[in-house]
């Protein structure tokens, strides 16, 4: 089973690069709204903050690490939290686009997608007769034609590169069963080493059902193959995102929110920010009687190098 554990981390994704700008007011698109956001969501008790970027003119998700760094000190000035990195970028990046700002920002934590897979948003389309922005609706559709790469040559470059070159240590996103399988194929090498940080995902069109049922087979087949060696997290995306996270801390996971997963903070009503979601899923863990793990924990519990050897 997971490493027992006596508090649950909350992990806040801030936004992403699956809304778009119309889709919600709330959602962070500029620097300064991001690192605003994401200070906000360390505040409510969000011990990682897990970042993507946009372009501040037109909100698109962006690779560029001139936009990263643009927000990346002001957090780290504002805040203990443990800042982690996506390496997942968005459509049509190459894996090098991806890994620019990881690279250059050699963060404790980084975002790792455990496999190629497809990565479907164009349903989103449906929900809206106009956009904000030109790029809006194009971005959507062209995901109906598009597969996320991430080939084991790939992975091995990231941990290659981010891991061992930078001593980043990895959120591993696994979004379907077969991506758990990956992931013991990496430590098999001997490529990941425990303790890792198992972010099981449920609920993207093109990975495994937001079922309690799957959720429960996550873990069996998680437990099989890494034993004691790993940290379970949940992540459920859109509507089911605080009745699939609620039911995996009762079974002793640690959790994610944030805008990247959801717009709403219950049905019918879009969250007002990022740390309303955190308060909320901090209030359900709290009546749950679990303890919420300060950043200092996760630094001591992931085995991380530290606030004070990024290069941010």
């Not at 897990?50 to 000035?77: M, N, Q, W, Y």
């Not at 504002?78 to 250059?104: F, H, S, W, Y």
């Not at 470059?157 to 591993?172: D, K, N, P, S, V």
């Not at 495994?208 to 004691?228: C, Q, R, S, V, W």
Request: net charge negative.
């Amino acid at each position: 089973m997971a490493i027992a554990q006596k508090k649950v981390i909350i992990t806040c994704a801030v936004t992403g690069s699956i809304h778009t700008p119309t889709m919600s007011g709330a959602l962070p698109l500029g620097p300064q709204q991001i690192a605003q956001q994401a200070i906000e969501a360390a505040q409510a008790g969000a011990a990682i903050l897990h970042l993507h970027a946009r372009d501040p003119v037109d909100g698109r998700p962006t690779a560029d690490p001139k936009v990263f760094f643009e927000f990346l000190p002001e957090i780290k000035s504002k805040c203990d939290a443990v800042i982690n990195i996506t390496t997942g970028g968005g459509q049509q990046m190459t894996v090098q686009e991806r890994l620019a700002a990881p690279l250059a920002a050699k963060p404790e934590m980084a975002s790792f997608n455990m496999g190629s897979m497809n990565f479907a948003l164009y349903p989103m389309l449906n929900k809206y007769k106009d956009f904000k922005f030109d790029w809006e609706a194009p971005f959507l559709e062209s995901s109906r034609d598009w597969i996320f790469r991430n080939t084991f040559k790939d992975m091995e470059w990231i941990l290659a590169e981010l891991g061992e070159g930078c001593g980043t240590r990895f959120e591993f996103e696994c979004y379907d069963v077969g991506h758990l399988y990956n992931l013991a194929h990496l430590v098999d090498r001997g490529l990941v080493k425990p303790p890792f940080f198992v972010q099981t995902i449920f609920g993207i069109l093109g990975g495994i059902g937001p079922d309690t049922e799957n959720l429960t087979h996550m873990k069996h087949i998680a437990d099989k193959l890494f034993g004691d060696s790993y940290y379970w997290s949940v992540l459920g995306a859109g509507r089911h995102q605080m009745g699939l996270v609620t039911v995996g801390a009762q079974m002793g996971a640690n959790v994610r929110v944030g805008l990247e997963d959801s717009l709403y903070i219950e049905r019918g009503r879009l969250a007002q920010s990022n740390a309303q979601q955190v308060q909320k899923i901090r209030s359900i863990l709290q009546s749950l009687s679990l303890e919420i793990a300060s950043p200092t924990e996760v630094r001591e519990m992931l085995n991380l190098k530290g606030a004070g050897a990024v290069a941010f």
